[in-house]
Structure formats: C-alpha cells, structure tokens
C-alpha cells in the first residue's frame, strides 16, 4: 500500500535549520558585496580605498568617467569568457534554468565568479542594483550546500531558494517579499516543506540585516493619506500604462541583447561596448551611474521634479537596457523600480496638474508604478505589492498597489507570452511553468474513479480452464492481466496473459501457482495522486483496487488517471448558465 501523504515529516526540520544557517551566512556575504562594491566605487570614482557604500553620481572625472565603465565591462568580460559564462546577466533566469533543468546544481565557482563580477560591473558605474547579483550568489551557495550534504533534489531546490530570499532579505528588510519572489520565480510550488524553510531562511536573513544596519525601511517616504475612489481608479490607470511600458521595456531589452549577437566581435568584448553607453549617458546625467537606491528614496518622496524625473526615467532605461543587453553582470530589480518610479511620477504630476479633482498624490504615483513595472515585466505580481509596503511601511498605499499592479499583471499577460526573467531560457528551448494550481488528481478518489467490473479468476481455476476460455476470443478475455481472488474476493495476486500461456505451465495446475510477487493495490480511500505515484514505483500501468479488509472492488488504470482530467477540461473551458435556465423537474 502507498503511504498516505504528509505535509511535513520529520527531515524538514534538518532543511530548516540547514536554511537558518545559511541565511546567516548570506546575510553577512551581502554585507561584503555591498563592502566590496563600496570599494570599487570610492576606487574607480574618487581614488579612495574606502568600504562605504557611496553614488558615484557625486564624481569630478569629466570626460574620463566615460572610461571607468569600459574598464569594468572588459574585466567582466574575461572573467566570464575564463571563468563562468554564467556569470553574465541578472543571475534569476540561469538559477531558474538549474533549478528546471539540473535538479538545482549551480556550479560551485560561481558562489565567488558572480558577486565580485558583479561588484565590479557596478562598482564602474553599471546601472544595476546589488539585490541581483546577492540573489543570484545566495542561490548558488544553498545549492552548493546543497551538493556537498546527502540530500534529495527537491530539498537541494529549497535550499536554492532559502539562500536567494535571505539575500534579497538582507538587501531591502522585506522577508516577506522576499519569500514570494522565490515563490513565484524559483520553486514553482507552494509547499509547507519548502515555504517553512525559506521564510525562516528570510527572517534570519533580516534580523542579520538589522543587527548590522538597523530597521529602517530601505526607502524612507512621507506618511500619505488614505486614497479617495477617482485616485485608486487613477492609479489603476497608471498600473494600466506601466504595465504596457514593461512590456515595451522587455522586448526592448532583448532587442539589443539580439542586436549585440549579431555584432562581428567575441562576446567577451560586448560588455566594454555597453559600458561605453553607460558611461556617455553617466557624463551627461550622473544619476544613472551605479546602484541608484537614492534615487528611488527621492522619487517617491518627492524630492525630483518633473523634467529631472522624466530624464532619469528615460536616460536610465536607455543605459540599463544596453548595460543588460550586453551581457555584463548585474541585476534587474533596482533598475526597474527607479524607471517605474520616475514614470509613475511623471504621470502623477500630471494628473495633479490637470485633473486635480482626482486627488492624485504623486508621491503615491511614483510608489505604485514602482512596484507595477516590476510586476508586469517579472509577472511576480504579490512580491511587487508586497515589496513596495515592506520597503516603505505605508500602509496606506497597498490599496492603489494592489489595484495598478493587478491591472500592470493583465495587461502583460495579454501582450506578452514571456517575461523578463523567462524570455531567455524561453529561447533556448525551457519550459517555464506560468501558473501554480492544485493538482487535480488529489482532489478525487481512486473509489470514484475505478472501473468496478473487473475480470478476474479464482485461485481454484486451473491453467487449462482458463487457456480454453482465453481462446475463445471474447471480449472479456482480451485483457492482458488479471486478478485472481479466494473464496471469500479476496485479492492474492495478478496473473498476466504472457504468464497463463507459457508452454511450461502445467496445464492441471492452479492458477494460484503462477502468482509472484505480493499484490501491487491501492485502496478505495486514496486519491488519484497516490496511485499514480505507486504505477510510477512500481513500474506497472494498472492497480487493483481493494477494500480495508482486503476485498477485491476494482481495478484503476493509466486511463482512468487521464479521464479524471475530463471533468478540469469542461469547468475550464465550458461556459454555461445555471440561475434561469429551464431544468427538467425531478421525477
């Protein structure tokens, strides 16, 4: 008999403590990579060494800080050409391609080959945040702890994931957030044995974050009031027209990565090619350079103007979009957010200005296409909410949150078939599961869904009887199995045709001295999940179904597995009315 299943058993609490573990240790990594990005910066900058985590925005290069991205981009480049090609882009769709593709084995060299590359790209000026790349690296190590304990793929998948949320975790305070990434981007289920390891992996990784950093959220922002109805249906709107520029933003990012592709050089060199963009667009507006959280904490403060906020978002879309294409290393998020929130406040000042009856915070504005943009381009739609209350703690802005990045969510998913993160893997042939539902086959019975007349022999039969009665070809004796039964319907066995016709059988024998192996069943009371997981272990396409005293009842096939999906086709895809419709009266 298949064991029923448990939630939760008595290894995760192993997992568990591995997660606590680890998100400790890539807490205080993230903390070293934004030491070792700090570096980078007062180096390449201001020809300091110093640690402290500072905007190259501030630097009195001139001209020759168009240099200092080109530099960073060529050390990029032949660290990934002698090191890692996967140390090239954000890090979420090569960890979500492990995980769909190698059971979660991220090659160990790539724990130390991203973050300093990625320190590096941004250290020079790359328009990345530092949340990708501490992801990125924080999956590698639960996946490197992962491969060098006794653990099963799936446990090596939660631990992938514990290690991406903590470092998201110690980057922005948002455990929560945090853990619906992973949700929705990496472990493509929602399991307690997977969910209870990773949040405590992310509540770990926070409390690291606070003993180190404090507990202010990430982007401080003015107490806002609570929205009146014309401003959460403008605000709607708003997630409506971010939605389309997400959709813009991806095609337009992967655009250039193909433009890049076609280019006559080694791939090694595109880096130094973006990061002569990076660095024009960085000699002309400052604030594009480097990770750009100061810019995100003024926009929904509103401390940026009209003009400066239309700029930003326009000349920082136009260096990350290159700066990505061309395949440095780095990340998406904070890039994301700083052109949705100079969009978002772009569009609320003017609704502010010309439809003042609406009662438009811009502040809010700039909040909520924030979260939108990242939601549509990324289609995480509950981490966009969640994320932008975390790392703001207004609670009055989750309502005009959840209303514009909904409608940002729809309208991606009507305009683009993959995301972001997706479209690359997408490309090289990986399936990447768009939507998490309930597996059907739990919700029904073996009971409800077995055949009850069932073709069986009884145990006193012998072997001649049962051959006279296979020859004559009717329509019962053309099964290629059947169960034999006692006296009393008990199931002792199953007998194939192959066995009943083998020439050495005697042919006085009894049919119950050609049975096996004990009876493979499955009982009335367990769902359709349980035994199509016991055909699969056992290797057999057919189950006897029996009663709890052991009575034969039934037999469940392969095909019944399939016609139980029948009844999720109709209530998918058949539309029908019920209240007002004529209905036959009962007799």
Known sequence: MPRRFRPLGRRVLWICFLAMVLGSVVALVARVL???IGLVTNLAFYGRISTEFSSPAGNHLGLWVIAVPVV????????????????????????????????????????????VSSAIAIGTGGPFGAEGPIIATGGALGSLVGQLLHVTADERKTLLAAGAAAGMAAVFSAPISSVLLVIELLLFERRARSLIPVALAAVIGTAVRYMLEGNEPMFPMPDIATPALGAVVAYIVMGIITGVASVGITKLTYAIEDGFEKLPIHWMWWP????????????????????GYTNIAALIAGQIGFAGMLALCLMKLLSWSVALGSGTSGGTLAPLFTIGSALGGVLGLLCVNWLP???????????????????????????????????????????PLLGACAAAYLVSGLMMRNTIMTEKIARRGVRVPAEYAADYLERISVGEA??????????????GEVRAWLATEAAP?????????????????VVTRRDLLRTAAPIDAAVQSLLGRPPIVVREDHTLREAADHMVEADVGRLPVVSRDGRMVGIVTRGDLLKAHAQRLREAHEASRHLGAKTKPAV
Not at 94 to 104: I, Y
Not at 281 to 290: E, H, I, N, Q, S
Not at 366 to 391: Q, Y
Not at 477 to 493: C, K, S
Request: proline content about 5%.
């Open 272 to 291: 130094a090619i973006g990061g002569v963009v990076v660095g024009v667009v960085g000699y002309f507006m400052p604030a594009t350079l480097g990770v």
């Open 34 to 36: 934004t030491g070792l």
């Open 477 to 493: 004796a053309n099964h290629q199995g059947f169960p034999v039964i006692d006296g009393e319907g008990r199931l002792l066995g």
């Open 450 to 463: 077995c055949s009850r007349q069932v073709v069986s022999l009884r145990a006193s039969e012998t072997v």
């Open 72 to 115: 960073g981009g060529l050390i990029v480049g032949g660290m990934a050409r002698w090191g890692s090609r996967a140390i090239r882009g954000h890090g979420i769709p090569e960890a979500m391609e492990q995980v769909l593709l190698n059971e979660s084995r991220i090659p160990p060299r790539i724990t130390w080959l991203k973050p």
């Open 357 to 399: 009856w609406l009662h438009v915070d811009a502040r809010v504005a700039a909040l909520v296409c924030m979260a939108a943009i990242f939601a549509g381009a990324s289609r995480a739609f509950l981490t966009s909410v969640v994320f932008a209350f975390e790392t703001t703690q207004q609670p009055h802005g989750l309502l």
